[in-house]
């Protein structure tokens, strides 16, 4: 019997992480092992879970939600088991979602996801399934097409051994894209949301088209940046992927312009250093170094040119990249 582990990614959530564990414990179809990725959490985590008798553990620095699932994925290949069971802590399944998917795969080797559901109403979808706006509207068995790593996404070892795992140096928003794509695209693994399996997860609460704080906007370096890598993962065509990373940026700079109330030109003057990082394939960044950016009012100014001299210096150098990261390797 080819047997199943839950890989959790968590940070600093350790009462929604206990929920989420838990429910795992109580599947109709329990998983055979459950391994927990702690990134560096500064609250009890670390010694919530030496409590855990039934729970693996791995702690390591705070690498984000990419190099944990890196980790995680790696761990769970290694140790033989077939079926990989991906989410963050801040959801959890229900009691049958386990049993629904791994009933659910078709002949065809698919990447399969559960349908991801508002916890708080469990019903409407969280992001964009299709035409559906709730599971009350589904009606089919399986939605294809579409999937919502990582969150209640079903890996088996054989798509691990051809495909990778999540390029660890993406660090957030983008890695768990840049895999589904490089499943989805790159390898032509079909997949599909399980309807029958549900996976419950607060509600998408951000938006571009809300204000937001300039000083603590860290995570738009890594949205900026690692969409280049999505567009590469999407396209075979690396010209094609370029364009559309330019419209994007495009894009970007006008719901700046449109939408944001405070800070319009730090705003648009510091998406260039993300976009440069992106066409030099400049890995190194690090949360902190971005917040200290931010913080730094001397530092991005539109009337320097300083921002704008990087992104050409980017892109000119872009022509002999030197990586200074790579797709991890099982």
Same mark, same amino acid.
């Given at each position: ?5 839950? $890989? ?5 959530? /350790? ?14 179809? =329990?998983?055979?092992?459950? !391994? $927990? ?14 409590? /855990? ?11 984000? %939600? ?44 698919? !990447? ?11 019903? %409407?979808?969280?992001? =964009? ?40 140096? !993406? ?19 079909? $997949? ?114 300083? %921002? ?23």
């Amino acid at each position: 019997m080819e047997k199943a582990i839950a $890989v959790v990614v968590s940070y600093n959530r /350790q009462k929604l992480l206990a929920e989420c564990i838990e429910a795992l414990r109580n599947q109709t179809r =329990k998983p055979d092992a459950i !391994l $927990v990725v702690n990134n560096g959490s500064t609250d009890n985590t670390a010694e919530w879970l030496q409590q /855990q008798q039934d729970v693996f553990f791995i702690t390591q620095k705070n690498l984000g %939600s990419s190099g944990g699932f890196n980790t995680g994925i790696t761990w769970a290949y290694k140790h033989g088991y077939s079926w990989i069971w991906c989410m963050d802590d801040d959801g959890y399944p229900k009691q049958d979602a386990l049993e629904q998917l791994l009933k659910a795969e078709p002949n065809e080797r698919s !990447l399969l996801n559960c349908a991801v559901l508002n916890k708080e109403d469990k019903k %409407s979808f969280v992001w =964009k399934t299709r035409e559906y706006k709730t599971i009350d509207e589904v009606d089919v068995d399986m939605i294809p097409g579409i999937g919502h790593p990582f969150n209640g996404t079903l890996l088996h070892r054989s798509i691990v051994e051809k495909v990778g795992v999540p390029r660890s140096a !993406l660090f957030l928003w983008g890695d768990e894209t840049e895999y589904y794509y490089r499943i989805v695209k790159q390898y032509k693994f079909p $997949v599909y949301t399980v309807s029958s399996s549900i996976h419950y997860h607060p509600a998408a609460a951000f938006s571009l088209k809300k204000d937001w704080d300039y000083k603590n906007s860290w995570k738009m370096y890594f949205y900026v940046r690692n969409r280049l890598h999505v567009h590469q993962a999407k396209f075979t065509s690396k010209a094609v992927a370029f364009v559309n990373y330019a419209f994007f940026l495009a894009a970007f700079a006008a719901v700046i312009l449109v939408y944001q109330k405070t800070d319009r030109r730090k705003k648009l003057s510091f998406m260039l250093w993300p976009a440069g990082d992106a066409i030099s394939n400049n890995f190194s960044v690090t949360p902190p170094t971005i917040v200290n950016r931010l913080n730094d009012s001397a530092t991005y100014k539109m009337n320097n040119g300083s %921002s704008l001299k990087y992104f050409w210096q980017s892109i000119l150098n872009s022509v002999n990249p030197q990586r200074t990261g790579n797709t991890a390797n099982i």
